[in-house]
């Protein structure tokens, strides 16, 4: 018995009958077709064995510098993002984070949030095991008065309880709950850590006050690959296997399985890739290369030249439908990223020729009079270094610029506002509007949170980043 499959019994979780992907199941593909399939399955798994990646690393790996709080409990870190953050690309360090992992299998939970000054954006994104941002709690969606919120999952079948403002339903067994609060100034801290510690959860019984379910069974959390690993190794499937375990086949996608079956991807299957033939082994590789060349003619041609912005690729399953490429665009390029009513996300990524940012360049952004990023909340600019994505060490741990800043940030004699993007200082004069960069190539992500009407139809465009020398 596989060693995954051996855990899974061991942990007393329902286990599907085993199909061992091996050179006797290899007969239901060729080569040629088992390179196709693979292509389509990794641009169709990507985001979740990423997203496991990270949620193993926040809510299982208690030894991990990433940890945050066992599956369960809500985490509220004490301060924003910096470049000591490594488990999610593209961090935004504008909001402080409070974080949970929800296992629905044995009942739904229950969200409390406090009263909320109404000048002060938060927001609770729920992702599901697939990715998708199935609903939000939180400023835009609820508003800030506060309330309880019931999180179920798809095996629930009760009614919602009084004392329950809205009831959500996931797709999956597990949730991830993602909690942003602003926060104004360095001397707002506490204020944010007063609200945090208003973040209620609470399984649905205990919030009725009743006795608690059986259990479900524990789950043996299988260790994910690394970032380089998922890249080019056929374990992979492996860890995709596992995670639709937890993952009932929408009616959408039931044909797709058929055709992943064919190489032993699925719910309850085994993939072992010891097994395979030399050139079978060579067709799964290429396919998982066929994807990121897919990938990357995406990002070049479309999403790099603002032809397909990061509004298309968040959101739920309606929304995407089922555009999976989209959906691993979105995963490689900010994970957990907000849905664009939630949050625009336009990116700079080339300048004002279409040349790739780099370090070793200066650039500006000018925002004329009166055509500041048009908000209901606030906007920012944060600074990412390349490949990484991750945020950028500087002399000023300063790795962003956003509208709370705008009274000391030096105008323009027209009343606009000039941001300096370069790795040194533009001189002490400049210097409020100086964005940090590292030496190396970087990408800049303008975000607007909760954004207004003419953000969203276009009417308003985000103004081309600079070359000055």
Known sequence: MPAITRRLFASGIAVLPALRFSAVCAQNATPEEARAIAKEAYIYGFPMVDSYRIQY????????????????????????????????????????????????????????????????????????????????????????????????????????????????????????????????????????????????????????????????????????????????????????????????????????MVRFAKVGVGAGKTFDASTLSPEMKTAIEQGMADAWTELDNLQKEKIDTGKVTFGEMFGTRAFLKNNYLYRMAAAVNGIYGNSEQEAMYPIYAVDAAGQKLDGANTYTVHFASGQLPPVNAFWSLTMYELPQSLLVANPINRYLINSPMLPQLVKDADGGVTLYVQNESPGKEKEPNWLPAPKVPFIAFLRLYWPKEEALDGKWKAPPMTKAR
């Open 57 to 256: 690393a926040f809510f299982v790996a208690s030894g991990s510098s990433q940890f945050k709080a066992p599956m369960n409990q809500i985490m509220s870190m004490a301060g924003l993002a910096t470049p000591a953050d490594t488990a999610v690309q593209t961090p935004n360090s504008d909001t402080l984070y409070s974080l949970i992992g929800l296992d629905l299998r044995a009942e739904p939970f229950v969200l409390t949030i406090p009263p909320i000054e109404r000048d002060r954006y938060f927001s609770v994104q729920l992702i599901d095991w697939y990715t998708f941002n199935f609903d939000y709690i939180g400023s835009r969606a609820t508003g800030n008065d506060g309330g309880s919120f019931l999180i179920a999952g798809p095996g629930w079948k009760g009614d919602t309880p009084a004392g329950i403002k809205k009831a959500f339903r996931s797709e999956t067994e597990f949730v991830f709950a993602n909690y942003r609060t602003q926060l104004f100034s360095p001397d707002d801290l506490d204020n944010v850590k007063k609200i945090q510690a208003g973040y209620k959860v609470e399984p649905l019984s205990a919030f009725l006050g009743q006795p608690a379910p059986v259990a479900a069974p524990a789950v043996d959390f299988i260790k994910p690959l690394t970032p380089d690993e998922e890249r080019k190794s056929p374990e992979f499937f492996s860890i995709l296997n596992f995670i639709l375990q937890f993952c009932p086949t929408d009616p959408s996608e039931t044909e797709l």
